[in-house]
């Protein structure tokens, strides 16, 4: 239905006079889009979801053209900011190749215009025009294909028009001075410069990474690898365009890193305990747990109500778990753990409990509740197991880096307020599905137009603001649907290829809905854990030891991987995780037993 709409809103556009070329350029206009030949690669475009490629062939002139694939729900938009002059016209002209490829321009300050071709074959040009607002300095310019259709191609896109940076009109600000670095840790560096008369805002360039914005003369850069030396520069930016960069500073970071929970092996094997509840896999008592298991999450702290903040635990009532152990056994078992040098948490949620943290009573409740249950049994620290409805984004709360929601701010202060409480030694894991974390790589809560889940990505803001408290995350692979990699193809549960594409995504970083300017930075590879269901019984998606050892050894040894090309080697990924010690206990312990094979436990 909404491809119809579209389809025919687009036809209209045309039937209305859309598709016609717009008045002749002035003898003083100028074509104000960047790099619009693409010779210069994506330089000055944003595609959304790495949909855009640069080709040599076709190319409508020069020798390269924008290849965009659309793929699930992407319709492959490229798009670049354009700085204009207000009350002005302009003429937006591309040649293109393809069936249903679009052309336009949004935030003009009047009537935002598209026009488009629907047949394939050779090259078409598109044409359309538009007024600049009164007060309209920068508009969109975009082209994009449609849903299931095949790669397009555009070259030559132009914007022509007055030069907004002509006699009278304003200029891009001078390159900052002065750019110094403070406050370097394992994983961030502080920067900051002279302010920048006339800047609006500023750029930080870090070599070859996604730029980073900033609106004031410093800026606090995250998610870097420890005792690795980083080179930055900054530009300043305001309604005429941006600056050349500054001189560059360069930093090491130092040795170590951040989050919690000294002590873990090099390669950790972490699992659930059913200790609350009974489920066919059969109870297994604290004392009995294996020693193969370095972490254990007690499943499950629950809330009284979705949004109480409110945490209760209790062991599993005798009469589903007839053998279970009493508070005092299990506290003295757990206590043995630990001086094995074994780590127990708790772990909040689950797929029944549903926690919402909407007030800031709600948040001061959680970490007073979640304390007591820390200190009544000794643990060592707290796994985020939130499910379901517990996490969405707000409408308009669309950058991970700065959320507004309340449930994800609440969130992130009750867990800080943990680990100052209990100090650096504090354990904090994660276990989100794929549709939290991954999928943020095409989809960000409802989106900027609306309509999608706003669940979509909402862990993201959650591990960001917490990476460097974060001891590991381990994302659910398993009762997940297909999920898009970085190669822009989707891939599905049960197979090392799966297991490898999702963790290349937190090992390399991505774009958050396609968007360059968001990008998520890469996790440490000692932070991160794959997480699978121990047997068949366990959950969908289980994936066979076999195929287990294949991802490893792409992710960690670069062999065995398949069709699928990782960002990277990461020999110090930490681990495993997995749905649960009971399960597999239950299948014999496959699970456990490939993993003490694999790493020589």
Request: hydrophobic residues 35%; aromatic residues 8%.
């Amino acid at each position: 239905m909404r491809r119809a709409w579209s389809l025919l809103t687009a036809a209209a556009l045309a039937a209305a006079g859309f598709l016609a070329a717009g008045p002749p350029a002035a003898a003083a206009d100028a074509d104000l889009v960047r790099n619009g030949g693409f010779e210069a690669g994506l330089d000055g475009w944003s595609c959304s979801a790495g949909s855009g490629a640069v080709v040599t062939t076709p190319a409508h002139s020069g020798s390269s053209a924008l290849k965009a694939t659309p793929a699930g729900q992407d319709n492959a938009r490229c798009a670049q900011s354009v700085t204009v002059k207000p009350d002005s016209t302009y003429t937006l002209t591309a040649w293109v190749q393809g069936a249903y490829v679009y052309l336009g321009a949004t935030g003009t300050g009047t009537t935002d215009v598209s026009t488009w071709t629907q047949t394939p074959g050779a090259w078409k040009q598109l044409t359309t025009s538009f007024r600049t607002g009164p007060s309209t300095t920068s508009v969109t310019v975009h082209t994009h294909g449609w849903y299931g259709q095949p790669a397009h191609f555009t070259d030559d896109l132009t914007l022509v028009g007055p030069d907004p940076g002509g006699p009278g009109q304003p200029q891009p600000p001078a390159a900052p001075t002065g750019l110094s670095a403070s406050a370097t840790s394992s994983t961030s560096v502080s920067l900051s410069w002279s302010a920048v008369p006339g800047a609006s805002s500023y750029t930080v360039h870090r070599d070859g990474a996604a730029p980073q914005s900033a609106t004031s003369a410093a800026a606090s850069v995250t998610g870097l690898a420890a005792s690795t030396t980083y080179t930055f520069r900054v530009s300043a930016v305001n309604a005429a365009g941006e600056s050349p960069k500054s001189a560059p500073v360069s930093v090491t970071t130092t040795g170590g890193g951040g989050g919690g929970g000294g002590g873990l092996p090099a390669h950790a094997l972490v699992g659930y305990l059913h200790a609350s509840f009974a489920n066919g896999s059969g109870y297994v008592r604290m004392a009995d747990v294996p020693a193969s298991w370095d972490v254990v999450n007690l499943a499950f702290g629950e809330p009284t109500s979705v949004t109480s903040g409110d945490i209760r635990f209790q062991l599993c009532p005798v009469a589903e778990c007839p053998n279970v152990e009493s508070p005092a056994e299990f506290k003295a078992a757990i206590k043995a753990k630990q001086a094995a040098g074994k780590k127990v948490l708790i772990s909040i949620g689950g797929q029944n409990g549903q926690v919402q943290l909407a007030t800031t009573a709600a948040r001061d409740t959680f970490v007073s509740s979640v304390g007591r249950i820390i200190d009544e049994y000794g643990l060592d620290g707290l796994d985020i197991d939130f499910e379901g409805h517990s996490l969405s984004l707000a409408t308009g709360d669309t950058d991970f880096r700065a959320p507004t929601t309340p449930v994800i701010v609440n969130l992130i202060s009750a867990v800080k307020t943990l680990k100052a409480k209990y100090g650096p030694d504090f354990v904090l894991t994660m276990a989100p599905e794929t549709f939290f974390v991954q999928l943020g790589y095409q989809f960000y809560g409802s989106g900027p137009w609306g309509g999608q889940d706003p669940r979509a990505g909402a862990y993201l803001p959650v591990i960001h603001a917490l990476r460097d408290d974060l001891t590991l995350l381990h994302v659910q692979d398993y009762n997940s649907g297909p999920i898009m990699g970085l190669d822009n193809q989707y891939h599905s549960m049960g197979g090392a290829d799966f297991h490898i594409a999702m963790t290349d995504m937190l090992l390399t970083g991505f774009p958050v809905a396609g968007n360059t300017a968001r990008v998520f930075p890469p996790l440490r590879p000692e932070q991160v854990a794959i997480g699978l269901p121990a047997t068949t019984n366990a959950g969908n998606g289980h994936t066979p030891p076999a195929e287990v050892n294949k991802a490893l050894d792409c992710l960690t040894k670069k062999t065995s991987c398949g069709g699928y090309q990782t960002h990277g080697t990461w020999p110090a990924l930490r681990g495993l995780m997995t749905w649960s010690i009971n399960w597999d206990r239950f299948g014999g312990g496959e699970f456990s037993r490939n993993f003490d094979a694999y790493f020589g436990g």
